[in-house]
T-cell receptor, first 112, second 114 residues
Framework: AQRVTQPEKLLSVFKGAPVELKCNYS??????LFWYVQYSRQRLQLLLR??SRESIKGFTADLNKGETSFHLKKPFAQEEDSAMYYC??????????????FGTGTRLKVLA | NAGVTQTPKFQVLKTGQSMTLQCAQD?????MYWYRQDPGMGLRLIYY???????DKGEVPNGYNVSRLNKREFSLRLESAAPSQTSVYFC?????????????FGSGTRLTVV
């Protein structure tokens, strides 16, 4: 089955340390991938899309087709980065329908 | 500037009671979705509506029904609430199914079934 996997439920790093949130997918072809972030008690919001190759709040994510990964990275973590992060795979299309299935999420805690 | 609006924000139900969660978007999006968020389970898709007039099941549809009332509104109904339905419910919308621009989410409804 098509799926996306975020192997870490919780990731704790110290302020100023590098961060890498892992995401692997099992889709074939050329997926469109996203990262969403949810700060405490807030709504989910789009962090970045791989197709735009952007850097938001210092975060970047590169699609590695060979490893089928889309890891989220930041060179120096800040306390305000503490949040829940979701990797969102591409559409799971079947006969024209779409099912947007998210990963299980990784909670990032940045320690002072 | 509202985006996606969900009501209510909080609700406590007794087992067996019914209720409807409301969702409305003002972005002229075609597609709308309902998710539930549970600790350790992430976001799970309950139902979605790819366009006005259509609805389809997601990963965890049992115990729920939906209505796409019009292009703006997509409601989620619990006919007979169970404790297993205690969760935070998020509505989302997108311009088209699986759009490259991603989803816009509502602020969530925190539901407790006792």
């Amino acid at each position: 089955a098509q799926r996306v996997t975020q192997p870490e439920k919780l990731l704790s790093v110290f302020k100023g340390a590098p961060v890498e949130l892992k995401c692997n997918y099992s889709y074939s072809g050329s997926p469109e991938l996203f990262w969403y972030v949810q700060y405490s008690r807030q709504r989910l919001q789009l962090l970045l899309r791989h197709i735009s190759r952007e850097s938001i709040k210092g975060f970047t994510a590169d699609l590695n087709k060979g490893e089928t990964s889309f890891h989220l990275k930041k060179p120096f973590a800040q306390e305000e980065d503490s949040a829940m992060y979701y990797c969102a795979p591409p559409r799971g299309s079947r006969a024209g329908t779409y099912k947007y299935i998210f990963g299980t999420g990784t909670r990032l805690k940045v320690l002072a | 500037n509202a985006g996606v609006t969900q009501t209510p924000k909080f609700q406590v139900l007794k087992t067996g009671q019914s209720m409807t969660l409301q969702c409305a978007q003002d972005m002229n999006h075609n597609s709308m979705y309902w998710y539930r968020q549970d600790p350790g389970m992430g976001l799970r898709l309950i139902y979605y509506s790819a366009s006005e007039g259509t609805t389809d099941k997601g990963e965890v549809p049992n115990g729920y029904n939906v209505s796409r009332l019009n292009k703006r509104e997509f409601s989620l109904r619990l006919e007979s609430a169970a404790p297993s339905q205690t969760s935070v419910y998020f509505c989302a919308s997108s311009a088209t199914p699986g759009t490259a621009y991603g989803y816009t989410f509502g602020s969530g409804t925190r539901l407790t079934v006792v």
